[in-house]
């Protein structure tokens, strides 16, 4: 059966976009099969296996403790994504690595797309551990609206074994139907916070599978070859940066409502916790990131060096941590199966939202701690340009927007403190102690540069396309930095100063006679 839903939309309603669609589809779907099991996929995305829908399924009905699964969660896998992955947009290291890593406790958190519902974890019901074996409404009905009929339905919904028969559309299921899509039919109800998908945040995703996991619910990763379901993404700089910002944005808003990991009760595992904890609150810590990549301006204006002292002890830890998180990033890459360019584009673009996206997020949150009002979040463009025959001309178009210039300001700051300890090391001789301490701290500035060069290639356009032109640039920006320092600061000669002072006197007296 194929059924198309049309749902009602009123003007002074909010429909709540793709979660208030899910409701809509949840509620008509218990009339017409009432299927134990629900799939959801965006509409850019498609099915890609034909197992797809057999897999999870063998997870729901794992009679170990498959009645406490909640739901099954797939990767996420792309088309049309360039073939270096300019803007980490396969982002295996979040999606073979951190969401098969959370196997080992609830697990995964939901994403949105390609994943399996068990429906009446979906209702708000709480786990068979926790519940009786019976599903009892009594008292609860208004949670669910006025409908009888679907009430009626819902504890059929938590029979695995029965058989589902297709339904004739009358008259009368008809009128029960068109109830249910009506934009009145959650007033006074629960759905959109304790029931179906939660409203009023833009990562309806992650807080739905979140009340999932603190009800006591499980979730399972689950990856397959052929990938089960495929879509798209953007490839644009600015639209890709966009839907990070709207991702980032989200958390900070599940972070600052009832959907806060710490307000959970104990039937989150306290792992979980955390994992959410730092899944809601990662922008904060960006703020300071983007100020340390800012620092170097000091550099041009001061012969002295803002470095913790001794140099050599604090290089010698700096070295030792830096070298022991990128061992066990190895082990992780090695262990998820994930390439190593995979983990250096997912390293780069952490840079590049550290430098812009996420500290705009926690200013919009800041701003609507203040001011009360919602954060609006314009929806993702992923259409490439209509009038190109180049399958990736959206990744060579450039869209300006404020948002990149915190990232733009991070790129030059450090392209002139590179240039100004070339001028500095120049200026003091070469060989020298001063110039030594220069050197190794230019090695920082160089390391941002090399995070931030997708975004480098990104701003250039279609002279992107030739990734040496970006390279004569820089070369040419940083040496003309460093003559500016060099003329501006170098010692004179003594016999320079002796002639410039004889050509002072000559001045002042004058020609003879």
Same mark, same amino acid.
């Given at each position: 059966?194929?059924?198309?839903?049309?749902?009602?939309?009123?003007?002074?309603?909010?429909?709540?976009?793709?979660?208030?669609?899910?409701?809509?589809?949840?509620?008509?779907?218990?009339?017409?099969?009432?299927?134990?099991?629900?799939?959801?996929?965006?509409?850019?995305?498609?099915?890609?296996?034909?197992?797809?829908?057999?897999?999870?399924?063998?997870?729901?009905?794992?009679?170990?403790?498959?009645?406490?699964?909640?739901?099954?969660?797939?990767?996420?896998?792309?088309?049309?994504?360039?073939?270096?992955?300019? $803007?980490?947009?396969?982002?295996?290291?979040?999606?073979?690595? &951190?969401?098969?890593?959370?196997?080992?406790?609830?697990?995964?958190?939901?994403?949105?797309?390609? &994943?399996?519902?068990?429906?009446?974890?979906?209702?708000?019901?709480?786990?068979?551990?926790?519940?009786?074996?019976?599903?009892?409404?009594?008292?609860?009905?208004?949670?669910?609206?006025?409908?009888?009929?679907?009430?009626?339905?819902?504890?059929?919904?938590?029979?695995?074994?029965?058989?589902?028969?297709?339904?004739?559309?009358?008259?009368?299921?008809?009128?029960?139907?068109?109830?249910?899509?009506?934009?009145?039919?959650?007033?006074?109800?629960?759905?959109?916070?304790?029931? #179906?998908?939660?409203?009023?945040?833009?990562?309806?995703?992650?807080?739905?599978?979140?009340?999932?996991?603190?009800?006591?619910?499980?979730?399972?990763?689950?990856?397959?070859?052929?990938?089960?379901?495929?879509?798209?993404?953007?490839?644009?700089?600015?639209?890709?940066?966009?839907?990070?910002?709207?991702?980032?944005?989200?958390?900070?808003?599940?972070?600052?409502?009832?959907?806060?990991?710490?307000?959970?009760?104990?039937?989150?595992?306290?792992?979980?916790?955390?994992?959410?904890?730092?899944?809601?609150? $990662?922008?904060?810590?960006?703020?300071?990131?983007?100020?340390?990549?800012?620092?170097?301006?000091?550099?041009?204006?001061?012969?002295?060096?803002?470095?913790?002292?001794?140099?050599?002890?604090?290089?010698?830890?700096?070295?030792?941590?830096?070298?022991?998180?990128?061992?066990?990033?190895?082990?992780?890459?090695?262990?998820? #199966?994930?390439?190593?360019?995979?983990?250096?584009?997912?390293?780069q673009f952490y840079m590049i939202g550290a430098t812009g996206v996420y500290p705009t997020?926690?200013?919009?949150?800041?701003?609507?701690?203040?001011?009360?009002?919602?954060?609006?979040?314009?929806? &993702?463009?992923?259409?490439?340009?209509?009038?190109?025959?180049?399958?990736?001309?959206?990744?060579?178009?450039?869209?300006?927007?404020?948002?990149?210039?915190?990232?733009?300001?991070?790129?030059?700051?450090?392209?002139?403190?590179?240039?100004?300890?070339?001028?500095?090391?120049?200026?003091?001789?070469?060989?020298?102690?001063?110039?030594?301490?220069?050197?190794?701290?230019?090695?920082?500035?160089?390391?941002?540069?090399?995070?931030?060069?997708?975004?480098?290639?990104?701003?250039?356009?279609?002279?992107?396309?030739?990734?040496?032109?970006?390279?004569?640039?820089?070369?040419?920006?940083?040496?003309?930095?460093?003559?500016?320092?060099?003329?501006?600061?170098?010692?004179?000669?003594?016999?320079?100063?002796?002639?410039?002072?004889?050509?002072?006197?000559?001045?002042?007296?004058?020609?003879?006679?």
């Open positions: 059966m194929l059924v198309y839903i049309a749902r009602e939309k009123r003007p002074g309603y909010n429909h709540q976009k793709k979660a208030g669609a899910m409701n809509v589809m949840l509620r008509v779907s218990a009339l017409l099969s009432n299927a134990p099991f629900v799939v959801n996929f965006d509409c850019d995305h498609y099915i890609n296996n034909s197992q797809a829908l057999r897999a999870p399924m063998c997870f729901m009905l794992d009679p170990r403790d498959g009645q406490n699964t909640a739901f099954v969660q797939f990767p996420q896998r792309f088309d049309d994504v360039d073939p270096t992955d300019r $803007y980490a947009n396969h982002n295996r290291v979040f999606f073979d690595g &951190t969401m098969l890593s959370l196997n080992g406790l609830q697990g995964p958190s939901y994403l949105g797309t390609g &994943t399996m519902f068990r429906r009446v974890a979906l209702y708000g019901m709480e786990p068979p551990r926790y519940r009786a074996e019976n599903i009892k409404l009594v008292g609860k009905a208004d949670e669910f609206g006025s409908s009888t009929s679907f009430v009626n339905s819902m504890p059929d919904a938590a029979i695995q074994e029965r058989s589902i028969t297709p339904v004739l559309v009358d008259e009368g299921l008809g009128n029960d139907l068109a109830a249910l899509m009506t934009c009145a039919y959650e007033d006074g109800s629960s759905w959109g916070r304790d029931v #179906g998908w939660v409203y009023n945040i833009a990562t309806e995703d992650v807080v739905t599978g979140f009340r999932m996991h603190r009800q006591g619910w499980r979730s399972v990763y689950c990856s397959m070859e052929p990938a089960a379901f495929r879509g798209t993404a953007p490839i644009n700089l600015t639209e890709r940066l966009y839907q990070v910002l709207r991702w980032s944005g989200g958390s900070l808003e599940m972070f600052f409502s009832h959907s806060n990991a710490l307000l959970a009760g104990h039937r989150l595992h306290p792992l979980q916790r955390v994992a959410y904890l730092n899944m809601s609150t $990662y922008p904060i810590v960006t703020v300071f990131i983007l100020a340390y990549n800012l620092f170097p301006v000091l550099w041009l204006f001061s012969d002295q060096f803002y470095i913790q002292r001794p140099f050599g002890t604090y290089i010698m830890y700096l070295v030792a941590v830096i070298a022991m998180m990128h061992v066990i990033g190895m082990f992780e890459v090695k262990w998820a #199966g994930i390439t190593l360019l995979d983990w250096c584009r997912n390293e997020a926690v200013l919009y949150m800041a701003l609507k701690l203040v001011t009360g009002k919602g954060i609006y979040f314009r929806l &993702t463009s992923k259409q490439t340009e209509a009038c190109s025959n180049d399958k990736f001309a959206d990744l060579y178009t450039v869209r300006w927007v404020p948002l990149l210039i915190p990232t733009v300001a991070v790129l030059v700051v450090n392209v002139a403190a590179v240039g100004a300890a070339i001028g500095k090391a120049a200026t003091w001789g070469f060989f020298t102690e001063q110039a030594h301490h220069v050197v190794l701290g230019m090695v920082f500035n160089v390391w941002i540069l090399v995070l931030l060069y997708p975004f480098a290639l990104g701003i250039m356009g279609q002279w992107g396309k030739r990734p040496v032109i970006l390279f004569v640039m820089l070369v040419m920006a940083i040496g003309a930095v460093g003559i500016v320092y060099f003329t501006l600061h170098a010692p004179y000669p003594a016999e320079w100063s002796e002639v410039a002072a004889s050509l002072g006197k000559a001045s002042l007296t004058g020609p003879s006679g």
